[in-house]
């Protein structure tokens, strides 16, 4: 699935008037999944292919999710290309994505979400200000799950049941009519911090329904008007 080849790792696809559908981020595999869909360039509309990047060392990204959904048609991406040091850039109206990474390739298979991840978590708490109450200090960020047609993200994580020291459980923060997002992760310097976590701190603004995340080497803002934190036992 992955090719190594960077003088055509896209096998040229024309991103041009595609729309960008969904993107997957796993941390602690080095890897992300971004899949567009055909809208009114030359990939037929309703075909769908994702990009695979692999080893991956950086990301960035910045969507404005209303922007990008008014513009699924003709397509709101503009450009996008992988230059030959491995790093793809694709270019939004609305926003705008960076991934580093030592392999590229395309794969024909929609990405999916990390269903154990979900089923690995119970206890629900919900809305910005039962989650002042939480404490991700010293926690885990593994990837985020970002659906672009259905404006929703989820972010999963591992928390500490008490201190620093203690045991870490799964969770996964569910967020709902997101308006936008931004990432910007240094994806190797978190990989390496699970003893000790990635999640340095954690602030909600209730009010107006955002969070930031910051991270070892890196950090995440969503505003979204809905959360909902599942949690392991």
Request: a negative charge; glycine letters at 8%.
């Amino acid at each position: 699935m992955v090719d190594g080849n960077f003088e055509n790792p896209l096998n040229g696809l024309a991103l041009h008037d595609t729309a960008m559908t969904s993107i997957q981020l796993s941390l602690d595999r080095l890897a992300c999944m971004v899949e567009v869909e055909g809208s009114g360039g030359r990939l037929a509309k309703g075909e769908r292919v994702v990009i695979a990047c692999q080893d991956l060392h950086s990301f960035f990204a910045s969507f404005n999710f209303a922007e990008m959904q008014e513009n699924v048609w003709p397509g709101n991406v503009q450009d996008g290309r992988c230059d030959s040091a491995g790093i793809l850039r694709v270019y939004l109206t609305g926003g705008m994505l960076e991934a580093g990474a030592t392999n590229v390739a395309l794969c024909d298979a929609a990405c999916s979400e990390d269903e154990n991840s979900l089923n690995a978590t119970s206890i629900v708490l919900l809305g910005y200000e039962a989650l002042c109450n939480v404490d991700f200090d010293f926690g885990f960020l593994q990837g985020l799950g970002i659906s672009l047609a259905s404006s929703t993200l989820t972010a999963s994580v591992l928390m500490r049941v008490s201190d620093a020291s203690s045991e870490l459980v799964p969770a996964v923060l569910s967020f709902s009519r997101v308006r936008s997002c931004i990432l910007r992760l240094d994806v190797t310097a978190m990989k390496d911090s699970v003893k000790f976590g990635n999640i340095r701190a954690f602030r909600v603004n209730v009010r107006s329904g955002i969070v930031w995340m910051y991270c070892r080497e890196g950090f995440v803002e969503i505003v979204a008007e809905q959360v909902v934190l599942r949690k392991g036992s």
